[in-house]
């Protein structure tokens, strides 16, 4: 069974532009979430998705939008770039979208110049 | 505000020998606990769970421990092997009334295993 995976894999934008990762999780999982990470950091939470539904939203600016597809696949878009998005993104899915293991995609390195 | 804790950025440990991994958390409310490895170039990977009604979960080689009173989580890893080389974070997500499950992830250790 294939895994989470998320595309591009490597991305550098100017700041400014506008970017869009996408994630396909595995196969029957309804729930997908988006994380931030941050050089030296933990993972820091953006959003959950459940049925197509947005479960939640973490402590990002509105520049920060995403959402579910009717096959449960997403997309985070991130609209006027700062140097600061510079980060490792990553998607996870999980089954139900409650308190279970979540399973990562490798993430997309996005860089701001 | 930093509400999960791992307070040794780095662990050096003999192969074969035990890793103890530490977590601190500050928010009485999270009742699921979970520990991720993560190799460079790789998103995270599931190690073992505990929830708050446990003190104890095992898995093979991986043994979590948590103490709810001193808000404490740690991972005993036993034998440690070389390629138990990795980051490792722990992660909490507390009890959800509005329907958001999330994760709140500590800043990780990095744990080197010497052959």
């Known amino acids: 069974d294939a895994g989470v995976t998320q595309s591009p894999t490597h991305l550098i934008k100017t700041r400014g532009q506008h970017v869009t990762l996408r994630c396909s999780p595995i196969s029957g999982h309804k729930s997908v979430s988006w994380y931030q990470q941050v050089l030296g950091q933990g993972p820091q939470f953006i959003f959950q998705?459940?049925?197509?539904?947005?479960?939640g939203r973490g402590n990002f600016p509105d520049r920060f939008s995403a959402r579910q597809f009717p096959n449960y696949s997403s997309e985070l878009n991130v609209n006027a770039l700062l140097l600061g998005d510079s980060a490792l993104y990553l998607c996870?899915?999980?089954?139900?979208?409650?308190?279970?293991?979540?399973?990562f995609g490798s993430g997309t390195q996005l860089s701001v110049l | 505000d930093q509400q999960v804790k791992q307070n040794s950025p780095s662990l050096s440990v003999q192969e074969g020998r035990i890793s103890i991994l530490n977590c601190d958390y500050t928010n009485s409310m999270f009742d699921y606990f979970l520990w991720y490895k993560k190799y460079p170039a790789e998103g995270p990977t599931f190690l073992i769970s505990?929830?708050?009604?446990?003190d104890k979960n095992e898995d093979g080689r991986f043994t979590v421990f948590l103490n709810k009173s001193a808000k404490h989580l740690s991972l005993h890893i036993v034998p440690s092997q070389p390629g138990d080389s990795a980051v490792y974070f722990c992660?909490?997500?507390?009890?959800?009334?509005?329907?958001?499950?999330?994760?709140?992830f500590g800043t990780g250790t990095r744990l080197k295993v010497l052959a």
């Open positions: 996870a899915s999980s089954l139900l979208g409650t308190n279970e293991k979540l399973f």
């Open positions: 505990i929830s708050s009604i446990k």
């Open positions: 992660a909490a997500s507390p009890i959800s009334s509005s329907g958001t499950y999330k994760y709140i």
């Open positions: 998705y459940y049925e197509k539904e947005e479960r």
